[in-house]
């Protein structure tokens, strides 16, 4: 996993145990972007994957005493604590986040604009990160989080299986059934495009 | 079964470029290997999207800056259940196991049953809690095999599960997240320990299985109906004992016997499952 690799995360992990705030600190640089990928997949609003990110973060230095570092990945563990963390936010913010209002319409993901970024850049993300979402929304909650957790974090099946609590052969049949139901959500979205057009 | 199916309809080469993808090194759009598998197809437009998802620039960096800074605010500080002594949690350190043994010595008439018996109704925050973690920490160290630990690990998840019903009864709510959080931690470790005897010890993987599956089901009733007596502020730790229990049955499912399959669906009838969507009407 190369994207991922760090060579002395067990040390880092061991220290911060003992209360190392800058050994804590260089696993949150290496590990704050893939939480936020994670969190900002599921969430609408940048500044709330960003507040959420922290959080998760604070969780982790909070439990980090009971981790294992020869028990269970680093990783898989950090993102089962973020994925916690996301569900107490959907809860916390229901009007706003809900799994119930994750149907959300294209055209209100393509009106909400990133004012935190050149327009230039941030109107074709922001519309990437719409499509992402309008697709993602049609799958069940577990397809989600497998299709994220894999293909848009990076992380292995055993660390998948960590961060969602089931073994690694429960992570790869779930992810084959994701995928192809995501498949079908695609095509339905582009259909759907394409009638709009034509109409 | 399932599997089986998979890797008969889905050759090795449609697992490598899934791997690959999943690496961060997506393929490019309409290549052949998008046409063939559906799946590779789906992962990749995945993989290709994950540019819209990263943070803005300079966002670690200053984010780093600040979680640091109320980290050392609180002098580093975590909550007194979790601190550490050395690298180890200090009601896992050798010397508080021993001082618990002479602190049953020294007692003389307090035997180790009505220790334990007495220690069924100390509850998160009372005065002489500590002592029962210690006493489920030498419990876990005294059982040496994985059968023993993970049996122990679902029976201390089922004390936290009536240590937080006591603490709804008596409305110490702000206790509620350190009973929920060890639950946590018993239900995983079970879901491992389960895991793990699959491939050496089935008969007896399966069995713990069945046993953990009917105990999360059966407690799920009881988590449903102490959700609707708290208020607001505490139920957010009732929902996540509900994913905790729904996630270790979902751990165990694949260890299940054949014919577990239909007794698992049972129970989940049993329980009122509760979906995302209910989470968010809260």
């Known amino acids: 996993m190369p994207e991922r690799q760090h060579a002395d995360e067990a040390r880092l992990v061991q220290q911060a145990q003992k209360g190392d705030i800058e050994a804590f600190g260089q696993l949150y640089e290496f590990y704050a972007p893939l939480v936020f990928r994670f969190l900002f997949s599921h969430l609408d609003d940048r500044l709330d994957a960003e507040d959420l990110t922290e959080d998760v973060f604070i969780r982790v230095w909070e439990a980090l005493p009971g981790f294992r570092v020869q028990g269970v990945p680093f990783g898989g563990y950090l993102f089962r604590v973020a994925r916690n963390a996301l569900y107490d936010h959907y809860r916390r913010n229901r009007r706003r986040s809900s799994g119930a209002e994750l149907n959300l319409e294209w055209e209100s993901v393509q009106t909400a604009g990133d004012f935190h970024l050149d327009p230039a850049e941030s109107v074709p993300r922001d519309m990437e990160h719409g499509e992402l979402r309008a697709s993602l929304a049609k799958l069940r909650e577990d397809y989600r989080m497998v299709l994220t957790l894999r293909f848009l974090v990076g992380l292995s099946t055993e660390e998948t299986a960590v961060a969602m609590r089931r073994s690694a052969g429960a992570v790869r049949v779930l992810q084959h059934r994701a995928l192809l139901s995501l498949r079908q959500a695609i095509e339905q979205q582009e259909s759907e495009e394409n009638g709009r057009q034509t109409f | ?282």
């Open chain 2, 1 to 282: 079964m399932v599997a089986r199916l998979f890797s008969k309809k889905h050759p090795t080469e449609c697992e490598e470029l899934l791997e690959q993808i999943a690496q961060n090194q997506p393929l490019p759009t309409g290549g052949p290997e998008n046409e063939v598998y559906p799946m590779v197809s789906a992962a990749n437009w995945l993989a290709h999207r994950r540019s819209a998802l990263e943070p803005r620039p300079g966002f670690v960096r200053a984010s780093r800056q600040r979680l640091l800074a109320r980290l050392r605010a609180r002098g580093g500080k975590r909550p007194w259940l979790h601190r550490h002594w050395g690298d180890i949690a200090w009601w896992q350190h050798p010397l508080a196991h021993l001082a618990l043994v002479v602190l049953l010595v020294a007692s003389g008439f307090l035997s180790a049953s009505r220790l334990t018996a007495a220690s069924r109704a100390w509850l998160p925050g009372d005065l002489l809690y500590p002592l029962k973690p210690m006493a489920e920490q030498a419990a876990l160290l005294a059982s040496l095999t994985k059968e023993g630990d993970a049996q122990l690990h679902i029976q201390f998840a089922h004390r936290r599960l009536i240590e937080a019903q006591s603490l709804v009864f008596e409305n110490r709510y702000e206790q509620i997240p350190a009973a929920v959080a060890d639950f946590d931690h018993h239900v995983s470790q079970a879901v491992i320990l389960v895991n793990q005897m699959a491939g050496v010890q089935q008969d007896e993987a399966r069995s713990l299985a069945t046993e953990l599956q009917q105990a999360l089901t059966g407690q799920m009733g009881m988590i449903i109906l102490l959700t609707n007596l708290t208020p607001d502020t505490s139920q957010a730790e009732f929902h996540r004992l509900l994913i905790i229990s729904e996630d270790g049955v979902l751990g165990v499912q694949n260890v299940l016997p054949p014919d577990g399959g239909d007794a698992q669906h049972q129970g989940w009838k049993l329980i009122p499952r509760v979906s995302m969507h209910e989470l968010g009407e809260g």
